[in-house]
């Protein structure tokens, strides 16, 4: 499966693996290997199906077709995808998960204004 | 006639074999669980619940918990079960599953952190040398009042009954869906996965009530509701 075509998305390819602090402010694809922290808070993150993250993700939405390790926290919405391996905690305003997605960790639905008084 | 027609082929691609089977969807049926309804009670409540559902992750719970403002966790034991890693021998040089290592790397939460435990049939599929540790395990995550739900097979069962899934519907009435291993699960170094078989997990064993009794014997209170099924269904209280 290949990244959706956007002028405003940055993309990792399969074989790209990188360390440390990635931040932004457009949608990332990655398919690659990231360890370390995610931090795209007015955009989307997917994570394609050859995609291994290891890494705290902060962003307005998450989709997720492959491996993903670490507490996600999405302002918007998360979408596990049928070939998703998640292990960490989900903190979001809504969740879509497709029958064979694999999640291990929590699942925190917060209302906006929750957010918003920051619980 | 147009439609005996179309019911004649609809007949005649059934009996078709082969590339069929692929494609159809996994058998769904729908049971309906005492002791989920007595389980009900708590989340009609108005305070919010931390819920473990140890089963397939299953976005039917998930969504039927947090759209009542419940905190949901999930983790599926069966298939962490799976783990090659884990594989080791006992003093008798008998296969086992290292259960310190698999409790290490699983149910890794605070104590007395859940209202309630949604356990569904895992004891009857979990290997044997990891049983016990994970029952104490779920004693001490439980708050003082808790409740787990356990589903176990009455002696009429066959070591092929498939393993389900389970998905609320509604607050008595669950979806059962037989589980279907991933791929990758199944792989291993050593092919000695114990609880998996080709497609599922293989029932292990089938528990009387008095086991029922000595496994939970540190809960505070144990309730028996029998189903028609040739299932047990299971309610303690820590």
Request: aromatic share 8%; with cysteine.
């Amino acid at each position: 499966m290949s990244a959706p075509f956007s002028a405003d998305l940055a993309q990792i390819g399969k074989s790209v693996v990188i360390k440390g602090e990635l931040s932004g402010s457009e949608d990332l694809y990655v398919d690659g290997q990231v360890e370390g922290s995610i931090a795209l808070k007015g955009n989307s993150l997917t994570v394609g199906p050859h995609g291994q993250i290891k890494a705290s993700v902060e962003a307005k939405g998450v989709i997720v077709q492959g491996k993903l390790e670490g507490n996600v926290l999405a302002t918007d919405r998360v979408d596990l995808r049928k070939t998703a391996i998640v292990t960490g905690d989900i903190s979001t305003q809504r969740i879509a998960i497709e029958e064979g997605a694999y999640l291990k960790g929590k699942v925190d639905i917060q209302g906006r204004a929750e957010k918003a008084a920051g619980k | 006639m147009a439609s005996v027609t179309h019911n004649f082929m609809k007949l005649f691609r059934s009996s078709a074999g082969g590339q069929r089977e692929a494609s159809q969807p996994v058998q769904k049926l729908t049971r309906r669980s005492s002791g989920l309804g007595e389980l009900s009670r708590l989340w009609d409540g108005e305070s919010p619940l931390c819920v473990l559902d140890l089963g397939s992750t299953s976005p039917s719970n998930i969504r039927f918990f947090t759209e009542r403002g419940h905190k949901i966790y999930s983790e599926d034991l069966l298939v962490s079960s799976t783990e090659p890693g884990l594989v080791t021998k006992d003093e008798q040089g008998n296969v086992v599953l290292d259960s310190r290592k698999y409790l290490a790397e699983n149910l890794q939460y605070p104590a007395l952190h859940f209202d309630v435990v949604l356990c569904w049939n895992l004891p009857d599929y979990l290997d044997e040398s990891l049983v016990r540790p994970v029952m104490g395990r779920l004693w001490s995550v439980l708050k003082p009042g808790g409740m787990l739900l356990a589903f176990f097979h009455t002696k009429d069962a066959g070591p092929d009954s498939p393993c389900y899934r389970f998905h609320i519907l509604e607050k008595d009435v669950l979806e059962m869906q037989r589980i279907v291993l991933r791929r990758e699960a199944r792989r291993g170094p050593t092919g000695a996965i114990h609880t998996a078989i080709a497609d599922g997990f293989r029932l292990q064993r089938v528990f009387n009530n008095r086991h029922i009794e000595t496994l939970f014997r540190d809960f505070a209170s144990i309730k028996f509701f029998l189903a028609r099924d040739n299932v047990r269904e299971v309610l303690v209280v820590r």
